[in-house]
């Protein structure tokens, strides 16, 4: 037969107590120095991602004219029309006032807004100008892709102020 166990008697667990449960630790700082510091890193990091939207913003248009860059074929016999084409919607973007330029206008801008010494004053590119009215004229494939490579690093390195909806500029 089995025997039913029973609990030790009540005089084993008499000096036994509740432990008593302490009160839970905060998490969220206690002096004020703290929180002053949480908030100035907050307002830091609002400040950054703002300003860096800001400069994604107005550079967006730089990253579509590469994109059409890249898809040029310096083989095809209309890139230099291509290439003009870019190169007119970006100056037009940054200002309007630039839609009237052509031919020596045109590239005096480009190298205006050009970092370091001009890129488009020489033969080459008084040939690509000279080409886009007159038939006769052809460029080399060896002359397209260097007109390509100068607008790539053209668009990459140019500096300019734009114009920003609100009227900042």
Same mark, same amino acid.
């Not at 002053?36 to 400069?55: E, F, G, N, P, Q």
């Not at 310096?74 to 919607?89: A, Y």
């Not at 000279?130 to 390195?157: D, F, G, Y």
């Given at each position: 037969? =089995? #025997?039913?166990?029973?609990?030790?008697? #009540?005089?084993?667990?008499?000096? %036994?107590?509740?432990?008593?449960?302490? !009160?839970?630790?905060?998490?969220?700082?206690? +002096?004020?120095?703290?929180?002053? @510091? =949480?908030? =100035?890193?907050?307002?830091?990091?609002?400040? &950054? #991602?703002? $300003?860096?939207?800001?400069?994604? &913003?107005?550079?967006?248009?730089?990253? !579509?004219? %590469? +994109?059409? %860059?890249? *898809?040029?074929?310096?083989?095809?016999?209309?890139?230099? $029309?291509?290439?003009?084409?870019? %190169? $007119?919607?970006?100056?037009?973007? @940054?200002?309007?006032?630039?839609?009237?330029?052509?031919?020596? =206008?045109?590239?005096?801008?480009?190298? !205006?807004?050009?970092?370091?010494?001009?890129?488009?004053?020489?033969?080459?590119?008084?040939?690509?100008?000279? /080409?886009?009215?007159?038939?006769?004229? !052809?460029?080399? /494939? *060896?002359?397209?892709?260097?007109?390509?490579?100068?607008?790539?690093? &053209?668009? $990459?390195?140019?500096?300019? /102020?734009?114009? +920003?909806?609100?009227?900042?500029?």
């Amino acid at each position: 037969m =089995a #025997t039913v166990h029973t609990p030790p008697s #009540t005089y084993i667990l008499r000096d %036994l107590h509740d432990v008593a449960v302490p !009160e839970s630790v905060s998490w969220w700082p206690q +002096t004020i120095g703290w929180k002053l @510091l =949480a908030l =100035a890193i907050l307002l830091a990091l609002v400040y &950054w #991602t703002y $300003k860096a939207l800001c400069r994604w &913003w107005n550079n967006r248009y730089r990253s !579509e004219a %590469l +994109t059409a %860059l890249n *898809e040029l074929n310096p083989q095809d016999n209309d890139t230099g $029309k291509r290439l003009f084409s870019i %190169l $007119k919607v970006v100056l037009v973007y @940054l200002n309007s006032g630039n839609a009237r330029l052509f031919d020596a =206008a045109f590239l005096g801008k480009l190298d !205006e807004l050009s970092l370091g010494q001009p890129t488009f004053n020489d033969q080459t590119a008084k040939q690509w100008q000279q /080409s886009l009215v007159n038939p006769n004229i !052809e460029l080399s /494939s *060896e002359q397209n892709a260097e007109l390509i490579k100068r607008a790539q690093v &053209w668009l $990459k390195q140019h500096r300019l /102020s734009v114009k +920003t909806q609100e009227g900042r500029v």
